[in-house]
């Protein structure tokens, strides 16, 4: 992680994320049960979509499908709000993912249970920053991951996740495409080795991903020989190179549910073990362990941000109809042009 961005995220923010985690475990199912189904009369009174990241709570992810809603990476995301015949998105995950979803639906209202929950990788790359930056290559494509603002989004050629990274690198470098990439430059790192591609790169991280360790992953390999290993390629190099399967979080879990294997170490955000787990009952998963020289377990493998969204600020927010998305419109037109070539890219 860059001085900057460790300057940026205080300590305070992880200790209330474990504080909230504490709390949230004291709730009983009863009361649990009951935001539910008043979150659910709230959806249908106000016609409105819930849309959620893999990487938040299990029980927004549950009460997601329960209502016909979305669960997925934010690709999927992304198009599920665009294609979404509801007036109200609803978008629990963080600000970007908001951004997204009003870029490419402008015409519909965009809300989120908390506007406090941003990105390590967004925080990490301010627009004029990046701006700067890319003055210094006029010559270069510039391709942004999609954990990044409206602004910087707006800045770019193309917007990708990792889902397509490669593949639009490859598409990219065939046409003799130089590149600029940003922000996380392990993901970039993984994309050069991957594609042979001309890219320079942006100093970010993800502050979850990259606290995962090459030791203390390849400890646990040796207690569990016959686990396979699937990282996210937000993941330091050291630690990708230790991996079976490198992808996405819709990659990770389509690679657990098609595989022979019965055991797997996952090297991503913990969220998504809620997906592994209802999809494979029959294997078992482990956390990849963020120790090791040099760890600091400042998240734990889970995003402090994407701790962010409850049961609780869901309901609020469906019954005040506030936290609402706002984009610019002039950045809102010169974003959509990188982001549909996105949605459109595998279309």
């Known amino acids: 992680m860059n001085d900057t961005l460790t300057n940026t995220v205080s300590t ?12 949230n475990n004291l709730v009983s199912e009863k009361e649990n049960q009951a935001l539910k189904d008043s979150i659910k009369e709230l959806l249908k009174k106000n016609n409105a979509t819930l849309i959620a990241h893999y990487y938040v709570d299990h029980q927004i992810q549950a009460l997601a499908e329960e ?19 509801s007036n ?8 970007f993912m908001g951004e997204t979803a009003k870029i490419l639906s402008p015409e519909k209202k965009v809300i989120m249970p908390t506007l406090e929950a941003t990105c390590s990788l967004d925080i990490g790359c301010p627009a004029e920053d990046f701006k700067n930056f890319c003055s210094q290559y006029p010559d270069r494509e510039i391709v942004v991951y999609a954990n990044t603002s409206a602004k910087v989004k707006a800045l770019a050629d ?63 390999k ?17 630690v990708v190179g230790l991996a079976d399967m490198v992808g996405s979080t819709s990659q990770i879990l389509n690679s657990a549910k098609n595989s022979k294997s019965k055991k797997f170490i996952v090297a991503t955000d913990k969220g998504i073990f809620y997906q592994l787990l209802k999809n494979n009952p029959n294997k078992e998963f482990y956390e990849a362990p963020t120790a090791g020289n040099g760890a600091t377990c400042k998240s734990c493998s889970q995003c402090p941000w994407m701790g962010l969204n409850s049961l609780k600020n869901l309901e609020e927010v469906l019954k005040n109809l ?3 998305i706002y984009v610019d419109p002039q950045v809102s037109l010169q974003a959509n042009k990188s982001l549909s070539r996105m949605i459109n890219f595998k279309s």
């Open 88 to 95: 109200l998105l609803v978008v629990a995950g963080v600000k």
């Open 222 to 238: 040796k207690l569990h020989p016959d686990a396979e290993v699937l990282v996210h390629p937000e993941s330091p190099k050291e």
């Open 158 to 220: 193309w917007v990708v996740t990792s889902s397509i990274a490669v593949e639009v690198i490859e598409y990219l470098d065939s046409l003799d495409k130089k590149i600029i990439w940003g922000p996380d430059k392990h993901l970039g790192s993984y994309l050069q080795t991957q594609t042979d591609a001309d890219m320079v790169l942006w100093d970010g991280s993800c502050i979850v991903h990259d606290e995962f360790k090459f030791d203390g992953l390849q400890k646990m």
């Open 322 to 324: 506030d936290n609402e």
């Open 12 to 23: 305070d923010l992880f200790k209330q994320h474990q504080e909230r985690i504490h709390k």
């Open 67 to 85: 209502v016909n809603g979305c669960v997925s990476d934010s690709l999927e995301m992304a198009k599920f709000g665009k294609l979404s015949k």
